[in-house]
Structure formats: structure tokens, C-alpha cells
């Protein structure tokens, strides 16, 4: 796993910005899911193929970002959901086809927890050939998976969204017949000022800062507007250093960092390495014509070295700068 893997699902962790991102998308901003009413599951999907005895031996170990179960109330009801966050930094132009086995694999998971729990209460004797076979009682329900892909970069998001996108043939009248799986996506390039606005977490600043890191005043003007840029905390510096290389130094006896201030320390230091590079060009480019100079004086005068420098009135200085060159 790379160091952006790490601390984006590091932060992504976080209950209250895992319920965050869900409430952002799913529910316009609304504070509908609680952050405390969110528990963390294995983020391990084990897949056993099928085909033999070698190749059912060979099982395939798919990881997820994050994953959690949310008990809502819904019409008065507990139920329960599975919610999982895939964190992306770069884009992966086959996320559809990934996502969509991570949800086949969860659903597959829940089919087989039913079949064992049936198995260990003993309550297939009351059940048909059909639900003994399958291993899934009738009434039987699944909890729905809502997957989202969290796009860590300003560039936009030119892979594609859906399934159905990614084959070669796009006859719709065919493709009717073919189940398609789209992915949700929060891409930062293509959210406006008001969808940053929904979120209640430092998502809205992390979003918001990765929108604009390539444009410098736009940048500055999103950090003057709001004022939680001036106490970031480090994981949230964590994510903007290793995605955006935003070059923020939060020093280790800092609990968090004002953006604004760090930003400002760091024009200053462009413009005065740009400044020493401006003068050290300057002087490199002067040394070149000293030396051109006492080159063509040693050619047609037939001068030393020496005596060019001296009837040049060069200063010592200039003299062992010039000297390797001659």
C-alpha cells in the first residue's frame, strides 16, 4: 500500500467523515446518517473460484478501502446497510468492473452467512427443497451495499462510469438484455462552491483545497473564504501533502496548522529561490563573458591568462571564478 493509500483511507476512516461523504452524497448535506450508528467490518472480501479441486485451493483475497454496516430506521423500522469507500488518487479506468465484484463478493458473503446460520439453528427441517438446496430461506433479505470512489486529484475523471461504457459493442437493443453497474464518483474538479457547502467535516477543505491546488488564485481566494483553513489538523495535511503535493509542514509539536499562513510562507520562499536563481543566472552568465573576454585576448594578443586578467583589472574574486574555464 503507498503512502497516499495510507492516509487517504487513514482519514477516510474517521466515523464522521465516512458518515460525511454519505450524507454529501446520498443525501444532499443532510445529516441523516450518524456517525455513531456506524461500525467497521472486515475490509476483506474472500472470493473462491470455481473449477476443481486445484483451483477452488487457489481463493483470491480482494481488499476494500473502508467498509462499514449502518443501522438506519427506515419507516419506522431498523435496517440495516452496508456502506464502503473506495479512495482513488489516481484514475483506475476499470472502477466499474472493480466495485462491481466487490459488491457481488459482499452480496455473495451475506447469501453464505444466511446458509451457515440456518445450518447452525437447525431450522432447515421446516423449509422446501428449494430453500434447502439454495441455503437461502425465502424470507431471507440482504442488506444493500452502496459503494462510493472518492477521487483524490483536481484533473477530471475521464475513465469510465458504468459498465456498459466499457464494451466494444454499444448496440443499446443488445445491451438492453446486459445488467449494466454504474459507480458513484466525487471527483473535486467538477463540484461547484455549493457542493463544497454540504459538507460538516475538513472534507469541505480537503475538497476544496484539491480543486484548486493547480490554480494558485483560486486557491488563495477558496483559504481567504473560509476560516477552518487556518486549523488543519495533520491528517488532513497528511492527505493534501501526499496527493496534491501541497508541500504543508506541520511540525511534530503542532496539533494542527493554519493553511493560510503555510501557503504565505511558501509564495515567500518561491519568490526568493527564484530571486537567488535569478542571480545566480546572472552571475554564471557574467563569469561567461569575463572568460570569453580574456579567451580572446589570449588569442590575439597572445596573452597569458595572468596578463589578461591584470590589463583587464579583474578582481580576485573574478580571477577563481574565471580560472577553471581557462
Known sequence: MGMKDTVTIRYLRQNDIFADVFNYFIYNG??????????????????????????AEQSVQKTR????????????????????IEAQSNIHYAMAVKNMVYDALQYAKQVEEAAASHKASGDYKNAGSDEYLSGFMKQDRLMPVVTLVIYFDSKKWDGARTIHEMFAVQDEELLSYVPDYKINLIEPAMMEKEDFDKFSTTLKEVLTFIKYSKDADRLQEALNAD?????????????????????LRLPES????????????????????????????????????????????????????EKAMEIMGLSESDRKAAAPFL
Open 227 to 247: 476560516p477552518e483553513f487556518h486549523h488543519l489538523g495533520r491528517e488532513e495535511v497528511d492527505v493534501l501533502n501526499a496527493c496534491v503535493n501541497a508541500d
Open 30 to 55: 443532510r445529516k441523516v446518517i450518524a456517525p455513531e450508528r456506524l461500525e467497521e467490518l472486515d475490509a476483506r472480501e474472500v472470493e473462491v473460484p470455481y473449477g476443481g479441486e486445484i483451483g
Open 65 to 84: 478501502d473502508v467498509i462499514k454496516t449502518l443501522m438506519a430506521m427506515t419507516d419506522g423500522r431498523a435496517a440495516y446497510l452496508v456502506l464502503a
Open 254 to 305: 503542532e496539533v494542527t496548522l493554519d493553511v493560510c499562513e503555510a501557503i504565505r510562507v511558501l509564495n515567500q520562499r518561491a519568490a526568493e529561490e527564484a530571486v537567488e536563481k535569478a542571480a545566480e543566472k546572472a552571475e554564471r552568465k557574467r563569469i561567461t563573458t569575463l572568460v570569453e573576454s580574456i579567451n580572446n585576448l589570449k588569442k590575439n594578443m597572445g596573452w597569458s591568462s
